[in-house]
């Protein structure tokens, strides 16, 4: 199996190349994009600011290649919010692949923005492995997706959200499943045999 990871201005791409390798998987690192259509699996991460990131992959064109693509792909983090269509950070245009806008968290009481830490996973449908049913995963963001027909997983941060988006062969996870310890293995392992 052919599996690449989209390289760009994304602040987790070495901690998804570890899990991966912890993982025994083979995989590149690239922005090129006829090597990003020829493989089985894309993983397209990502940590970071919404509009500086889609500015940057529209001046590289890797915006139409990922919108294009016909292999799994998953995106983590910030790379969910960017499928979807809309990100209330700096009000971005994102891929439009999910019809969902990214919403801000309000602060509420002593509940600050960003949202970091370990939250549990309550499964709702889908592509994930049910052993991860209530297993926790690491979060670290302050805009997320809500629930909506297209999730996958929920969490609870103020009030519920999706951790985890699917449509046709696009996947997606707001969480970290490269700093997610076991729980974060199931969820690449779930990605690598769809």
Same mark, same amino acid.
């Given at each position: 199996?052919?599996?690449?990871?989209?390289?760009?201005?994304?602040?987790?791409?070495?901690?998804?190349?570890?899990?991966?390798?912890?993982?025994?998987?083979?995989?590149?690192?690239?922005?090129?994009?006829?090597?990003?259509?020829?493989?089985?699996?894309?993983?397209?991460?990502?940590?970071?600011?919404?509009?500086?990131?889609? *500015?940057?992959? *529209?001046?590289?064109?890797?915006?139409?290649?990922?919108?294009?693509?016909?292999?799994?792909?998953?995106?983590?983090?910030?790379?969910?919010?960017?499928?979807?269509?809309?990100?209330?950070?700096?009000?971005?245009?994102?891929?439009?692949?999910?019809?969902?806008?990214?919403? *801000?968290?309000?602060?509420?009481?002593?509940?600050?923005?960003?949202?970091?830490?370990?939250?549990?996973?309550?499964?709702?449908?889908?592509?994930?492995?049910?052993?991860?049913?209530?297993?926790?995963? $690491?979060?670290?963001?302050? $805009?997320?997706?809500?629930?909506?027909?297209?999730?996958?997983?929920?969490?609870?941060?103020?009030?519920?959200?999706?951790?985890?988006?699917?449509?046709?062969?696009?996947?997606?996870?707001?969480?970290?499943?490269?700093?997610?310890?076991?729980?974060?293995?199931?969820?690449?392992?779930?990605?690598?045999?769809?």
């Amino acid at each position: 199996m052919k599996l690449a990871i989209i390289k760009y201005n994304a602040g987790n791409i070495q901690s998804v190349s570890f899990a991966l390798e912890r993982l025994g998987v083979d995989f590149s690192i690239t922005d090129h994009p006829e090597e990003i259509r020829a493989a089985d699996k894309v993983i397209f991460p990502g940590v970071g600011e919404a509009s500086t990131t889609m *500015r940057y992959l *529209r001046d590289k064109k890797l915006d139409q290649v990922i919108i294009s693509l016909k292999q799994p792909v998953l995106g983590i983090c910030l790379g969910m919010q960017l499928m979807c269509r809309y990100s209330e950070e700096n009000n971005t245009d994102c891929l439009g692949i999910f019809n969902e806008t990214v919403k *801000r968290f309000v602060p509420l009481g002593d509940m600050k923005v960003p949202h970091m830490g370990w939250n549990n996973l309550t499964l709702t449908n889908g592509w994930l492995d049910p052993a991860i049913e209530n297993q926790y995963a $690491y979060f670290v963001h302050s $805009y997320y997706v809500p629930v909506n027909s297209t999730t996958m997983a929920i969490t609870e941060y103020m009030h519920p959200f999706s951790a985890a988006i699917h449509q046709q062969n696009f996947y997606a996870v707001q969480f970290h499943p490269e700093k997610s310890a076991q729980t974060g293995n199931l969820v690449l392992k779930s990605f690598l045999t769809v």
